[in-house]
């Protein structure tokens, strides 16, 4: 094995690597598209009112104990019900094992440990493309990964037949496959229903075992219901209506409240097991337990002290549902802006995927050259593979962006 002395360095993270390039860029237009974090119509970061105020309350009644391992009981019921929905998850309460997480990336964390060890995959198929750290979380857990193809950038939609055809081909019993519940990141492209119903079919068949990561819930549409649909009806037909003899393992659901909560360096999350109806949840929760006792012992406390006070609140959680509305409503204005200009300018190309794809990022076809001069010339940011975090558009530079991809798609 290779002496810890002989590591070689390792490149640095691509989006955390340009953010620093654009700080250190003295350019008074530049204009950052790269963070998946939200900005408000001047380009700030936005603490949200409902969050406002729960600190607000929280302040008064400050409380710096340990939680217990699993994290806050409370937090952790909101947390459920927000996911599979308040009737869903009093069904089905028994079978599902729940943990507080370092936030999403810790909620896949903890599905890789835990499945690695009790599962035992031969492989994890992850989306292509995908959120860059499903590859380096997996790997880490020492389980192989392979890609499905996910996206096609001819129709710019979902790739249903090549997705399909790699699991029934290559998917093998107890393997896992990585699917986003909602605003897939980098593409912003989901499922439809239809789409979704066909795909369940082969995961049931094959029994195949899921982990729905659920960064984007509310975020992406303001519906917090509409985008736990597919994580629900998955929930449905692969638990709550399987046969009594059924096979299929289960399925879990790494859950962030960094985006729907603009909470993003407070680190709440949670990690939810489903297990099939005759079985109880009971042995996975222990040992999800063992697992956060010995990497950080007891998770953090304030952020989920904000979330359950929000959540917990009538009047902060309808000020909550105001917020979602804000950030969704000027996400997809900003689209429909965006578009509306490339159009207008006469910008060779089909735009409308701009304004028809979800949440936070748009994959807009942009060429890496292209992206490169975008850069150099104009000092606008996204990453080489033309994603661009549609929050860092505002009536301010929106103009601007969209002169500039005039000029370098030519
Ligand atoms: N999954 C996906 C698909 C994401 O886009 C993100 C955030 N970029 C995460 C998980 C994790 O985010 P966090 O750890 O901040 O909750």
Request: glycine residues 6%; aromatic residues 8%; charged residues 20%.
């Given at each position: 094995a290779r002496q810890y002395l002989d590591i070689p360095v390792a490149p640095a993270d691509l989006a955390f690597g340009l953010m620093a390039d654009f700080d250190a860029d003295p350019h008074p237009h530049k204009v950052s598209l790269i963070a998946g974090a939200y900005r408000d119509e001047n380009g700030l970061p936005w603490v949200l009112p409902s969050v406002?105020?729960?600190?607000?309350?929280?302040?008064?009644?400050?409380?710096?104990?340990?939680?217990?391992?699993?994290?806050?009981?409370?937090?952790?019921?909101?947390?459920?019900?927000?996911?599979?929905?308040?009737?869903?998850?009093?069904?089905?309460?028994?079978?599902?094992?729940?943990?507080?997480?370092?936030?999403?990336?810790?909620?896949?964390?903890?599905?890789?440990?835990?499945?690695?060890k009790h599962l035992r995959p031969q492989r994890v198929f992850i989306p292509s493309p995908t959120w860059?750290?499903?590859?380096?979380?997996?790997?880490?857990?020492?389980?192989?990964?392979?890609e499905y193809p996910y996206y096609s950038s001819d129709t710019h939609s979902v790739d249903m037949g090549g997705m399909l055809n790699t699991l029934e081909t290559k998917a093998e019993l107890n393997d896992v496959v990585i699917l986003q519940a909602c605003a897939h990141n980098p593409t912003g492209v989901d499922l439809s229903k239809a789409q979704w119903e066909e795909l369940v079919h082969v995961i049931k068949r094959k029994n195949l075992f899921v982990v729905f990561d659920s960064a984007y819930q509310g975020f992406a549409t303001g519906d917090v219901d509409g985008?736990?649909?597919?994580?629900?009806?998955?929930?449905?037909?692969?638990?709550?209506?399987?046969?009594?003899?059924?096979?299929?393992?289960?399925?879990?659901?790494?859950?962030?409240?960094?985006?729907?909560f603009g909470l993003y360096g407070e680190r709440i999350g949670a990690f939810h097991l489903v297990v099939p109806r005759h079985f109880s949840s009971q042995g996975a929760q222990s040992e999800l337990m063992a697992i956060a006792r010995s990497e950080y012992s007891n998770p953090p406390r304030f952020g989920t002290s904000i979330v359950q006070t929000v959540l917990g609140d009538d009047h902060l959680r309808s000020q909550w549902q105001e917020d979602l509305n804000t950030m969704s409503a000027r996400?997809?204005?900003?689209?429909?802006?965006?578009?509306?200009?490339?159009e207008k300018l006469g910008t060779a190309g089909d735009w409308a995927h701009i304004?028809?794809?979800?949440?936070?990022?748009?994959?807009?076809?942009?060429?890496?050259?292209?992206?490169?001069?975008?850069?150099?010339?104009?000092?606008?940011?996204?990453?080489?593979?033309?994603?661009?975090?549609?929050?860092?558009?505002?009536e301010g530079n929106v103009d601007y962006v969209a002169r500039a991809i005039g000029e370098v798609v030519g």
């Open positions: 406002k105020e729960a600190k607000a309350y929280l302040e008064k009644n400050p409380n710096h104990e340990y939680l217990g391992i699993a994290g806050s009981p409370t937090f952790i019921k909101h947390a459920q019900s927000l996911i599979f929905g308040v009737n869903l998850s009093e069904t089905i309460k028994t079978h599902i094992a729940s943990i507080q997480t370092v936030s999403g990336t810790g909620a896949n964390h903890m599905a890789a440990l835990f499945l690695a860059v750290n499903h590859e380096s979380i997996w790997t880490m857990a020492g389980v192989p990964h392979e985008d736990a649909w597919a994580v629900r009806y998955f929930v449905e037909q692969l638990i709550l209506n399987a046969e009594s003899d059924a096979t299929h393992p289960g399925l879990c659901i790494a859950q962030s409240f960094s985006k729907n996400i997809k204005k900003m689209r429909h802006e965006l578009r509306r200009r490339l304004e028809s794809q979800i949440g936070m990022f748009s994959y807009t076809g942009l060429s890496r050259q292209q992206v490169e001069r975008l850069r150099n010339e104009f000092h606008i940011y996204l990453l080489p593979s033309g994603r661009v975090s549609i929050c860092g558009l505002n």
